[in-house]
């Protein structure tokens, strides 16, 4: 037998094996094929979705949960544009993603081919960039150059479009080099004049707040975080994306804050006279109305991306630069210039902030007799578990109460979208997050209607041995939505009612190759968890049966203040 | 207000769609647009004329483009402009000289001629052009092509000033 020429294929698989790739998801077809089959000789797992999807999101729950480039890798048209929801969502979430997709020959791009989609077109406005291969040899500089791009600098997805034509093209390999890059140059270190100014600005403070973003778990900023939030001891909260970032039980720990944030951490910053922001974006979910958000306070900014600020909120001392590096500056500083000295006290500040936290803490009631408040089960299982788990959420009531009432003590533990408020995103993203951490309790908190969304990819988990815990709070329906028709449509209920009986979850669990097991009595919740708990060899569904009328508080209402916090339906 | 921004590009392909679309994005409106070749080989500078109140982050989003190089917003008060315009006027051999006279004026020059119509290039600073637009519409403007404007910021005093005018 002859040997077979090295192609395209050939050169995009080592290329990726250059790159460090341990594991791509995807699903193949007409244009990727020439891609598939030299993937059968590669020392790279691939983990077949059964949509793309969920490839998208298994790749981003993978970078999630590592902080490692996640790969999806699809056909030309529809593959293309099923990729789409993910690509969005890690541009909201700033998720290192490389997206591989096929594309039609070169001599056929723009003739309607079969399975044509304008691919680099469509992921203009939801990559970093986006690439066209025209020709084998450009293969290894720009897979190269999107995988310094998607991690580097603000995270972010990019896409590589590759035409069938040029993956069955003749070529070398050759070792790339990031010389194409001229616009390329992200400031990773603060300015030190911005730096002392900071420092002087917070050790002024008599209420100052850290407001803790996404960019600090992408940065791998925790340790420094913590470091300085008790050297220049102010309270912290962390935003959605945030969680896990510092530890929810530490003393300096408000919370989550804004729109489903805790009472302490949204009045807190309201209250701050400096607002110190960490790699957050001051996301209207967190500001509320903007003109009344932290009115009393000076800000300090710090972030990777220039265009973060003064995007929503000018602050008084910009700093451009990547989270860890600025912490550790920071923290430089102060030490420079305080020595041995103890941080300012700020008792009244602190006084204030128990009080607000005896008097509004978070909380929900738990009927002996039922039903299930999904509070109640999220706190069993994280009392079970000792909290030793990753944790991913759908979008919905369920994540906020995810958000609120798992009590995170490490970054990378929470795994949930955030910017783009995906649902589905939770089962895919989690199967991801098992993929890479294999040895860790990986559990999706997820809603009927997010599960009814991805579900399928539960298949993809039993048949690739990816044994995920799923729990599928089962409300009958939208609840979240049904939540604001409840409150701004005078309680007419517009489609958001799912039944409480079809699908029979268990049921369709089994069939997909899972456990199937249901709780629907509170007595029912801790026998439940112990028995998902014990099962590790194929992925585990628990449909928990819950209150369909509960509703999600702390609210404030969209475009609302953030001074006027809903504590429960009484308030309104 | 209208802004004129110079973007140094990567000259690849999808940049100029990239750039374009930060514009319609935010529901902006492109008013001129030139894009050609530097003395650096491989980039290409843009010279967007928008219509827009606040220019901060479009700018630093232009930025973001990883093909983008350099965004710089160019000061009205600093700048040197040039369009180049390609008009057709109608006008009867009877009218001709009187035509001619008035172009001579602007140092338009003729390029094509026909019974009932004249057609002239002319190159000079935006105001420049329209003010001989002026003098012209009387006699009946056929066709108008316009380049996009490209600007360039001034560097000294003693840069040959734009003609606005006549006689100048
Ligand atoms: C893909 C997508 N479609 C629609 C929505 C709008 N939406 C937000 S929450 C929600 C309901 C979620 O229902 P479920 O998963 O059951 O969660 P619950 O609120 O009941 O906990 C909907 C439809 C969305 N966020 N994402
Ligand atoms: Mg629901």
């Known amino acids: 037998m002859t040997q077979k020429p090295y192609t395209g294929s050939n050169s995009l698989l080592e290329s990726l094996e250059y790159e460090g790739v341990e594991v791509i998801f995807g699903v193949p077809g007409g244009a990727i094929l020439p891609a598939y089959d030299p993937l059968l000789d590669s020392r790279i797992r691939h983990v077949l979705a059964r949509h793309e999807q969920g490839a998208g999101h298994m790749a981003e729950g993978y970078a999630m949960a590592t902080g490692k480039v996640g790969v999806a890798m699809t056909t030309s048209g529809p593959g293309a544009t099923n990729l789409i929801t993910p690509l969005q969502n890690a541009m909201m979430d700033s998720t290192p993603l490389v997206a591989i997709t096929g594309q039609v020959a070169t001599s056929a791009i723009g003739s309607d081919a079969f399975q044509e989609a304008y691919t680099t077109g469509l992921a203009m406005h939801c990559t970093k960039h986006a690439y066209l291969v025209t020709t084998a040899d450009d293969l290894p500089s720009i897979i190269h150059e999107a995988f310094h791009l998607a991690s580097t600098g603000r995270p972010g997805p990019v896409l590589i479009d590759i035409p069938k034509s040029v993956l069955n093209q003749g070529t070398t390999w050759k070792e790339p080099s990031l010389t194409g890059l001229p616009g390329y140059k992200p400031t990773t270190t603060g300015h030190p004049v911005q730096i002392a100014a900071a420092i002087d600005m917070i050790e002024g403070a008599e209420r100052p707040v850290l407001y803790v973003g996404g960019g600090v778990i992408k940065a791998n900023a925790s340790e420094e975080l913590l470091a300085f939030a008790e050297a220049v001891n102010a309270p912290v909260v962390t935003t959605l994306m945030a969680r896990g970032a510092f530890p929810d039980d530490h003393p300096l720990a408000l919370g989550m804050p804004g729109m489903h944030g805790t009472y302490p951490a949204t009045t807190a910053i309201q209250h701050s006279d400096v607002l110190v922001s960490l790699a957050a974006r001051f996301d209207d979910r967190v500001t509320g109305d903007v003109d009344s958000f932290a009115p009393h306070a000076r800000v300090i900014h710090v972030d990777v991306d220039p265009a973060e600020i003064g995007k929503v909120r000018q602050p008084e001392i910009p700093i451009v630069g990547d989270a860890r590096s600025v912490l550790t500056d920071l923290i430089a500083r102060l030490q420079a210039k305080r020595g041995d000295q103890p941080a300012p006290s700020r008792d009244e500040w602190f006084t204030q902030l128990k009080t607000w936290r005896a008097e509004k803490p978070l909380s929900y009631e738990q009927d002996p007799n039922g039903p299930i408040k999904v509070q109640y089960f999220i706190e069993r299982l994280h009392s079970i578990t000792g909290g030793e788990a990753i944790v991913a959420a759908g979008v919905g009531q369920h994540q906020m109460w995810a958000s609120q009432f798992w009590k995170f003590s490490r970054p990378r533990s929470w795994i949930n979208s955030g910017g783009l408020g995906t649902m589905g995103f939770a089962i895919p993203a989690a199967i991801g997050a098992k993929t890479a951490r294999p040895d860790e309790l990986v559990i999706a908190l997820d809603g009927d209607g997010c599960f009814q969304m991805t579900m399928q990819e539960l298949i993809t988990a039993s048949v690739e041995g990816i044994p995920v815990k799923v729990a599928v709070f089962n409300n009958g329906g939208y609840g979240m939505v049904k939540q604001w028709q409840n409150l701004f449509y005078g309680g007419r209920l517009s489609s958001v009612d799912l039944t409480h009986h079809t699908p029979d979850y268990p049921k369709l669990a089994e069939a997909m190759g899972c456990v199937g097991l249901r709780a629907e009595h509170p007595s029912e919740v801790d026998v439940v968890i112990d028995k998902a708990l014990s099962i590790d060899d194929r992925p585990v569904v628990i449909e928990v049966v819950v209150d369909p009328d509960e509703m999600c508080f702390p609210m404030v209402p969209a475009g609302g203040s953030n001074d006027n916090i809903v504590m429960g339906p009484e308030d309104l | ?168």
């Not at chain 2, 529901?27 to 606040?54: K, M, Q, W």
């Open chain 2, 1 to 168: 207000m209208q802004h004129t921004l110079a973007v140094i590009v990567e000259n690849k392909p999808g940049v100029l769609a990239r750039v374009s679309a930060m514009f319609s994005n935010r529901g902006f409106n492109i008013h001129s647009l030139a894009v050609g070749p530097t003395h650096v080989a491989g980039r290409s500078r843009i010279t967007l004329v928008v219509d827009a109140p606040e220019l901060e982050q479009l700018k630093k989003q232009l930025h973001k483009l990883i093909n983008v190089i350099k965004v710089h917003e160019l000061d009205p008060n600093q700048v040197l402009e040039r369009e180049v315009m390609l008009v057709r006027v109608s006008c009867d051999v009877a009218a001709r000289g009187e035509l001619r006279d008035t172009a001579s004026l602007f140092d338009a020059k003729v390029i094509d001629l026909a019974d009932n119509s004249l057609t002239f290039e002319l190159t000079g600073a935006p105001a420049h052009l329209s003010s001989f637009l002026d003098q012209v519409r009387r006699y009946g403007i056929v066709d108008l092509v316009k380049s996009g404007r490209i600007a360039m910021k001034k560097t000294s005093d003693l840069s040959q000033p734009a003609k606005t005018s006549v006689g100048s």
